[in-house]
């Protein structure tokens, strides 16, 4: 079977809806290698799906000095896909781009990480590239261990938030 991460209609607290995440922190870290997940994402306003990694040095050095690699990422009801690094250069950067695609169905999303770059996968064919190369832009970051994060976010400032249109409960699906 899959792997199912939902997200719920429901109180918890102050909160209308419940979700989940798996991360790997202090469990499992990687510094360079090819990162890839099968994925099903649900569409749906105020939903954000994410395949991710951050640096394992964040309690020390916080967000965004240990940088992020967004795998994959969806919002709302788009047939698309992000895939995006943020660091710090001078303040918060970021270099990412998109591809066309229906995400409801199983894609493959992956990253090819080496001293060098930075390549983002969708089923196999690249569609961004990140030169990381003698720390280029200071991205210095990217040249230390990560760990993975898989989750079903549920509003924020870059989706929005859910609204009438919006069916729950919502099913992150990871076949691997």
């Given amino acids: 079977g899959a792997l199912i991460i939902e997200a719920r209609e429901e109180q918890f607290g102050s909160n209308s809806h419940t979700s989940g995440k798996i991360i790997t922190k202090d469990i499992f870290?990687?510094?360079?290698?090819?990162?890839?997940?099968?994925?099903?994402?649900?569409?749906?306003?105020?939903?954000?799906?994410?395949?991710?990694?951050?640096?394992?040095?964040?309690d020390q050095v916080s967000w965004p000095y240990c940088g992020e690699i967004d795998v994959m990422e969806h919002i709302n009801n788009e047939m698309s896909i992000h895939g995006t690094a943020?660091?710090?250069?001078?303040?918060?950067?970021?270099?990412?781009?998109?591809?066309?695609?229906?995400?409801?169905?199983?894609?493959?999303?992956?990253?090819?990480?080496n001293s060098d770059?930075?390549?983002?996968f969708l089923?196999?064919?690249?569609?961004?590239?990140?030169?990381?190369?003698?720390?280029?832009?200071?991205?210095?970051e990217f040249h230390l261990p990560f760990y993975l994060i898989l989750n079903l976010a549920v509003g924020g400032n870059w989706p929005g938030y859910p609204d009438a249109t919006t069916s729950f409960p919502a099913q992150l699906e990871i076949d691997y």
């Fill in 29 to 58: 870290e990687i510094k360079y290698g090819k990162i890839e997940a099968r994925i099903k994402v649900p569409l749906g306003q105020g939903i954000w799906p994410a395949f991710w990694m951050l640096g394992e040095n964040i």
């Fill in 117 to 120: 770059e930075i390549r983002w």
């Fill in 123 to 140: 089923n196999g064919n690249q569609y961004h590239y990140l030169s990381i190369a003698n720390n280029t832009q200071s991205t210095d």
């Fill in 86 to 113: 943020h660091w710090h250069n001078g303040g918060h950067v970021f270099n990412g781009n998109s591809s066309v695609v229906n995400p409801t169905n199983y894609q493959v999303y992956s990253i090819e990480w």
